[in-house]
């Protein structure tokens, strides 16, 4: 189906006003691929006819569904596998000494895409479990994806989705076999676990200061002052001695003068005020 430059402006200032992300003109051939079947599922002929429904607002369902349907929600387990050794060997040896009198951890899993990233954290706590003995342990996974909470809350995945990243070991430990469906993460896992629906843009989810966010390859398509505003809000949700981890072709310098990168780690950052450095945004 041909997309009209009236349609793509359309389509991509609705999806750049739900998420922030921009869809810039030379990305508007994503709109064509991803959106034909998504409109012949619906019994849609053609993108103005879309672009109309969604600008009289006359399908709100219609529109949550395109712009999950928009979203780039490539994620697997253990992505990077260097950096969760890192935060198994690092981090969290650290966090649990500076947590020694509360016995509490928070971590955020931000925008999480369909959950594996929050669960290969909940499978590092499981791993280390007499460390963590007697603590109370809150990962939360958000996502401004519906469809991908929705998934994540499941803990369903399929066959394609474990062998992503999930070594086999890890998979018998920590997942169930759901016949014909797939894998399901365990009450060990899920009881750790929580979801919601958030955009980064917005305030910090409720409930207190993060020891460690994960805010990992999404910043990619952010304008650099949306980058700017969605820094901002992640060093108001992180303890002041707390660790943000961006993807490896990411990162707060030039985007943020609230975090310091870690010498040692590149992708690792620090709040600035805590470090008593500053950084030129
Ligand atoms: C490529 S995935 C990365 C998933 C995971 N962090 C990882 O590294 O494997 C990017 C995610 O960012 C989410 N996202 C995009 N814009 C967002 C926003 N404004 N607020 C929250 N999540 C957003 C998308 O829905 C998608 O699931």
Same mark, same amino acid.
């Given at each position: ?5 009236? =349609? %793509?402006?359309?389509?991509?200032? *609705?999806?750049?006003?739900? +998420? ?12 064509? +691929? ?6 012949? %599922?619906?019994?849609? #002929? ?6 109309? +429904? ?8 219609? /529109?949550?569904?395109?712009? @999950? ?10 992505? @990077?596998?260097?950096?969760? /050794?890192? !935060?198994?060997?690092?981090? &969290? ?30 499978m590092l706590f499981a791993e280390q479990g #007499? $460390? ?6 809150? !990962?939360?996974? /958000? #996502?401004? /994806?519906?469809? =991908? ?47 919601? $629906? ?7 989810? =409720? ?6 966010? *994960? ?27 707390? =660790? ?26 620090? %709040?600035?005020?805590?470090?008593? &450095?500053?950084?030129? %945004?």
């Amino acid at each position: 189906m041909e997309v009209s430059p009236r =349609a %793509a402006l359309i389509i991509a200032s *609705l999806f750049e006003k739900a +998420t922030g992300q921009l869809l810039s003109q030379d990305r508007f051939w994503r709109i064509g +691929t991803t959106l034909s079947p998504f409109c012949r %599922a619906r019994g849609i #002929d053609s993108f103005d006819r879309l672009a109309l +429904t969604l600008e009289r607002s006359s399908d709100p369902e219609l /529109s949550l569904d395109m712009i @999950d349907a928009l979203l780039n929600n490539e994620t697997s387990f253990f992505r @990077d596998a260097v950096v969760f /050794s890192h !935060i198994a060997d690092q981090i &969290l040896p650290q966090i649990a000494a500076n947590r020694q009198r509360e016995k509490r951890i928070r971590v955020w899993s931000a925008a999480c895409s369909t959950g594996q990233e929050a669960y290969s954290l909940a499978m590092l706590f499981a791993e280390q479990g #007499d $460390r963590w003995n007697g603590w109370k342990i809150e !990962i939360l996974g /958000s #996502d401004i /994806s519906r469809s =991908a909470v929705q998934q994540a809350r499941g803990g369903l995945y399929t066959q394609f989705e474990v062998q992503r990243g999930l070594p086999i070991r890890q998979l018998i430990a920590w997942f169930d076999p759901v016949l014909d469906q797939g894998w399901r993460a365990k009450p060990a896992l899920t009881s750790v676990v929580t979801f919601t $629906r958030h955009n980064l843009l917005g305030p910090p989810p =409720a409930g207190g200061r993060f020891d460690l966010i *994960l805010c990992r390859n999404a910043l990619l398509y952010f304008s650099p002052e949306r980058r700017h505003q969605l820094l901002e809000g992640l060093s108001l949700a992180l303890a002041s001695d707390g =660790a943000l981890l961006l993807g490896a072709g990411e990162t707060a310098l030039g985007n943020s003068t609230r975090f310091i990168s870690d010498p040692v780690a590149q992708t690792v950052y620090r %709040a600035a005020a805590y470090t008593g &450095l500053s950084n030129a %945004a």
